[in-house]
């Protein structure tokens, strides 16, 4: 907007006889940008291994699971690296072609197809199956590759590590507990059960003790008779010599 001034007399200096001003206008109650549309891919890769640790030279097997936190299914590559000391054994995925094993690179290569999203409740999983050839701590990467439009490459990679124990040495035996003995409904023993060892009379043992046996009360007379026969018959002999 511009104001001037202007007249019928005569005026020496023009220059503050007009005055420009610009104006801003800003609409009012504009709504907000629309949000993007959702979609896209983010394609992760989980990795375990089992068992761990494991004896040197026995069979160990790497599982791989992919799944897809996007709106639409993206094809993907698993591309699993063997170290040297690992003996390829086999390889198996549940979906796309089957796994291929090259031993220039040591890498297995699996085109699992298409990831679906992983709201539709579906996951890919490999297998990968070694033999570690040396003890020590071995790790392995697994990754995905051939992934289009994924934005999170963060979770695009897993790594285990694998404890290789020499053969023999693997996990422990569990501790043997002893059992709690079972309750039993018969009464304690009150000490009549059978012959102790004889008291030296002050509450001690004597040192003599008692052979344990059957016990036969029907025969105590009996018995009596053959522990006493000696004695008689020893008696017997010392009279005689006395007379």
Known sequence: NVAQVAGD???????????????????G????PE??????????ILKFVSPNPVEVNTPVTFT?????????????TVIDALPANMTFVSATASTGDPCNFNELTRQVTCDIGTVPSINEGQTVVVEVTVIPTQTGTLPNTALLANITGDPNTGNNNSIVTVNVVEAGSGNPDPPVVNPTPAPTDEPPDQGGGGPSAPSDGNGGDSGCSIAQGPVNSGNSAANLALLLLPLLVFGFRSIRKQK
């Open 9 to 27: 007399q005569h005026d020496p200096s023009l220059s503050n006889n007009i005055s420009p001003q610009t104006t801003t206008v800003v609409p």
């Open 29 to 32: 109650n504009v709504p907000p």
């Open 64 to 76: 791989l699971v992919v799944g897809n936190n996007g709106e639409f299914g993206s094809a993907a």
């Open 35 to 44: 949000p993007p549309e959702p979609g896209g891919n983010d394609l992760f």
